[in-house]
């Protein structure tokens, strides 16, 4: 890690007026990484970006722009170091994207703002990075939200900056986009060198493509680390405070908190077949316990959010006496039965056993 | 790109042909039969003592000069509040610019006509920007915090009818024989403009297109909004009094010398920019004013005409061809946003 840092705070307190929204923000970000701010609504991830963008006045607290505090840069060269791609609205009628992409140039070009053939090469393969090249001759405001957010991106590119900054870039894209843009900002980040420093809302994304997340909560840098510092355990249901559900940080997805009330069914699970029955048991409303998975499983992650008491298993390990013992003992007081499972095989071979059980109760349903 | 340049010069040359034939049209029409070929010869032999020659010399000449830089000064006036406000309906006589301006330019008047004293033009121009300035910062302190458009616009009506009816008051009250005067004036006229006048606005309006080609840069970031019109280097404060001062300067500069003319300024930029199909403010400030000439150039020569010898003002005529324009960039603005 010797890469020069290009974007470092130091107890950044940040907000309107005096009014500090969010203190005490820390961090480094070096050429050719990707820092992602995440964090609920309202915690002011836009209000730190708008601060290190020299938008707002930092209340207190340093930043640094390529190694020199900020306040200390004239306008112009903060522009030629560090562009922005934030979620303001344009308006401006017969705008065509060429230009919206060309003003980034604004800081290399004369005093009329007259463009020179590098600098509209260097806005054409922003367009065409970005994927925006054929909207050129077109009016900004007919365009699509999602090829907005492409044409803002190419000026930001085009203003060749070293630090960009963005605030939720992926807001108004499909999926298709929004893999489209941030795989483009790993390939900016890995060619150019650019330190990228974002906030998303998609937290399965930010795992992804981050190499340092920053999360905020209420107006504090809660935690900074790698993705895999981050994404582990509770801690993100936490930083959220997520009281409905819970989020799976290893799959990065959110799974609702199961019905209430007492398991009324029992479901025999296993290698991933007993997720669409369970969904189907949620969506009605149906409270159930599942058994005996195995902590590796792949219905595990799901089972264990939705069902109301899980029986599970040591990974790689026989089902052993007691958790038989334990689903046994729960089947018996859920009214019905359903198996998902077809195969046994040595591991799961008491599940079977569980099977025959509920078939000679007579409880063994094959649907809910 | 070249399709770009040359719907760009094809633009300019219509509005120049067209300026140079309202231009031709305004010096041979009128009371006073002039034909074409006599205002030619006229023009050639340059000034005599013949009545055509003083009717083309002394009176439609200086008229239709004043018509083209007054008229070409208000579109641009237009595009520069529309750049400020970033609101295509913005515009000196609907934010209320121009009537302040004439409130202030009949107070000086009937303040200067009870003395007796004959006014120099730039008094004028400096009460009318004076007027224009307070209503401007009027305008932005009832809406330089709200984004919408419709706040914006319905303070700016609303300190215009506030102005105009001050200016009511003011003419009723003021007992004089150039009461008429002063009333063709403040409905908005081209018509007595003299060559001391025509030569004081050029250099006024010269110097704000200057100003107004130099801040063009500027102006084609901040037609992305503040936040990045920041970020790419513009200081926004002396940016936005620099676009104040020099609409301001403008519009009182056709205030002071023609009166309160309306829908120019939103009218023209908006057609020039249909014209062109850009945003560019390089591109659109000239092509503002050579459109705001032709604009008025035209609406004079209507105004002129239509009921001859009865003259319309000329206010009457921009608005008849104005507003439905208004009324256009509201419906297109409707649609953009669904």
Sequence with gaps: MD???????????????????????????????????????????STILKTVAAQLESISGEVALCGKPLDSLHEKDIAKQLSILFTARITAERLTCFDAAAAGRYPYTGMLGLLSEKDRAIVTEALEMTGAAELAEQEFREISDGQRQSVMLARAIAQEPRVLLLDEP???????????????????????????????????????????????????????????????????????????????????????????????????????TAIPVCRRLFRAGIPFAAGVIHENDLDYPVLAALSTKLITAP?????????????????????SVICTVQTFGTLNRQNEALRTLAEAAGTLRTEI | MSTRTVRTAAGFLILILLAAVLFCLSLTTGTGRISASEAIRILMQGRTDSPSARIIFDIRMPRTLSAM???????????????????????????????????????????????????????????????????????????????QMAQLIISGVMIGYICSALTDL?????????????????????????????????????????????????????????????????????????????????AACVTAFAGPVSFVGIAVPHLVRSLFRTARPLIIIPAAFLGGSVFCMGCDLLARMLFAPQELSVSTVTAVFGAPVVLWVMLRRERGRS
């Design chain 2, 170 to 250: 003011a003419v009723t009250f003021a007992d004089d024989a150039n009461i008429v005067n002063l009333h063709n004036w403040s409905r908005g006229s081209f018509s007595g403009t003299g060559w001391t006048d025509v030569r004081d606005m050029a250099v006024i309006i010269a110097a704000a297109m200057a100003g107004a080609v130099l801040i063009s840069k500027p102006i084609a970031a901040y037609q992305l909004g503040e936040e990045y019109a920041r970020s790419m280097g513009v200081r926004i404060l002396p940016f936005r009094i620099g676009l104040i001062l020099l609409s301001s300067l403008l």
């Design chain 2, 69 to 147: 830089l007054l008229g070409g000064a208000l579109a641009v006036a237009g595009f520069l509040l529309q750049s400020f406000f970033r609101n295509p309906i913005a515009g000196p006589f609907v934010l209320g610019i121009s009537s302040g301006a004439k409130l202030c330019v009949a107070l000086v008047m009937i303040a200067a006509m009870q003395q007796g004293m004959l006014l120099h033009s730039g008094i004028l121009v400096a009460a009318a920007f004076a007027g224009a300035l307070l209503c401007m910062l009027a305008v932005l302190l009832f809406a330089g915090k709200v984004r």
């Design chain 1, 315 to 335: 990974p790689f390990e026989p089902i052993p006496e007691d958790a038989f013992a334990a689903a046994r003992n729960c089947m018996t007081q859920c009214r």
């Design chain 1, 170 to 272: 992926t807001s108004y894209l499909d999926i298709s986009r929004k893999l489209e843009l941030l795989t483009l900002l790993r390939r900016l980040a890995k060619e150019r060198g650019i330190a990228v420093v974002m906030s998303l809302h998609e937290l399965d994304l930010a795992q992804k493509f981050s190499d340092q997340v920053l999360c905020i909560s209420s107006g504090r840098a809660q935690r900074i680390g790698t993705p895999e510092e981050i994404f582990r355990g509770d801690y993100i249901s936490e930083l959220y405070g997520i009281r409905s559900g819970r989020y799976d940080p290893l799959y990065g997805t959110a799974e609702p908190a199961p019905p209430a009330g007492d398991p009324q069914v029992f479901v025999i699970g296993g290698g991933g």
């Design chain 1, 3 to 45: 890469r020069p840092p290009l974007l470092e705070t130091k107890d950044l307190a940040a907000g309107y007026r005096k009014k500090v929204i969010a203190d005490g923000i820390c961090f480094t970000v070096r050429a050719g990484e990707i820092l992602t701010l995440i964090g609920p609504n309202g915690a002011g991830k």
